[in-house]
């Protein structure tokens, strides 16, 4: 059963929480008003959601428009070094008649020694597990037995499973994308852009350069076009 709870307390909470400036005794505050209420849980995904869109806003008006890349020249050298060797082998001189024979026979040569040429054998390599994505933060996390219990600050390889009973846990991929996901839930990371959501709750926060985010479900697949689902 949901408590009432102080919109005002539980904002000055969660913003505390963005800005890293959250003691002890008030992490305990936000654990109990968000364990005793879903609507101060709802409304603190939101709050986290707004906040992480609002800095990555900011860093791309930072970046600024990219610079017009400078002329080359190469391109106009090139064409002169062209026409200087055209005007040589056009000169009725026996060097150069002795250049314009040898030189094709000299490509032609070579060509042949590469096509001979034994390829190497490479030795076989173990290629190593791809890093797809990181715990950031948890919250009155309880998880399964099924595999090792996650830390804060862990990576999560392609493949890896996670079994959540219950609590919050925000992570970060590889592409930029933020998931927080609401227990129960069994989640799995298929690659560096897809997770696979058996069951529970799951928010995302992707950012434009990680646009095509897909969250894979048992009946439907979820694929981002640049919004917040």
Same mark, same amino acid.
């Given at each position: 059963?949901?408590?009432?709870?102080?919109?005002?307390?539980?904002?000055?909470?969660?913003?505390?929480?963005?800005?890293?400036?959250?003691?002890?005794?008030?992490?305990?505050?936000?654990?109990?008003?968000?364990?005793?209420?879903?609507?101060?849980?709802?409304?603190?995904?939101?709050?986290?959601?707004?906040?992480?869109?609002?800095?990555?806003?900011?860093?791309?008006?930072?970046?600024?428009?990219?610079?017009?890349?400078?002329?080359?020249?190469?391109?106009?050298?090139?064409?002169?070094?062209?026409?200087?060797?055209?005007?040589?082998?056009?000169?009725?001189?026996?060097?150069?008649?002795?250049?314009?024979?040898?030189?094709?026979?000299?490509?032609?040569?070579?060509?042949?020694?590469?096509?001979?040429?034994?390829?190497?054998?490479?030795?076989?390599?173990?290629?190593?597990?791809?890093?797809?994505?990181?715990?950031?933060?948890?919250?009155?996390? $309880?998880? %399964?037995?099924?595999?090792? =219990?996650? @830390?804060?600050? +862990?990576?999560? /390889? *392609?493949? !890896?499973?996670?079994?959540?009973?219950?609590?919050?846990? $925000?992570? %970060?991929?590889?592409?930029? =994308?933020? @998931?927080?996901? +609401?227990?129960? /839930? *069994?989640? !799995?990371?298929?690659?560096?852009?897809?997770?696979?959501?058996?069951?529970?709750?799951?928010?995302?926060?992707?950012?434009?350069?990680?646009?095509?985010? *897909?969250?894979?479900?048992?009946?439907?697949?979820?694929?981002?076009?640049?919004?917040?689902?």
């Amino acid at each position: 059963m949901s408590h009432p709870f102080d919109q005002k307390e539980l904002m000055d909470l969660v913003d505390a929480v963005c800005r890293d400036a959250l003691d002890h005794d008030s992490w305990i505050r936000l654990e109990e008003l968000l364990l005793a209420n879903r609507d101060a849980r709802a409304m603190y995904r939101r709050y986290v959601n707004s906040h992480i869109g609002l800095k990555q806003y900011l860093a791309t008006r930072e970046v600024g428009p990219p610079q017009k890349p400078a002329k080359s020249p190469v391109l106009g050298m090139l064409g002169t070094g062209v026409q200087r060797v055209v005007d040589f082998c056009w000169s009725a001189t026996p060097f150069s008649i002795l250049v314009a024979v040898g030189l094709p026979l000299v490509c032609v040569l070579l060509l042949v020694i590469q096509v001979r040429r034994p390829e190497p054998i490479q030795n076989a390599t173990v290629s190593a597990p791809v890093r797809v994505a990181r715990l950031n933060r948890t919250l009155d996390c $309880e998880w %399964t037995d099924e595999a090792p =219990t996650p @830390v804060v600050g +862990e990576s999560f /390889a *392609t493949d !890896r499973h996670i079994g959540l009973v219950r609590g919050l846990a $925000e992570m %970060t991929m590889a592409d930029g =994308t933020t @998931v927080i996901v +609401e227990g129960p /839930a *069994t989640l !799995r990371f298929r690659s560096p852009r897809e997770v696979s959501l058996k069951s529970g709750k799951l928010t995302a926060q992707v950012p434009k350069r990680a646009r095509g985010f *897909t969250v894979m479900t048992p009946r439907v697949s979820v694929v981002d076009l640049g919004t917040e689902f």
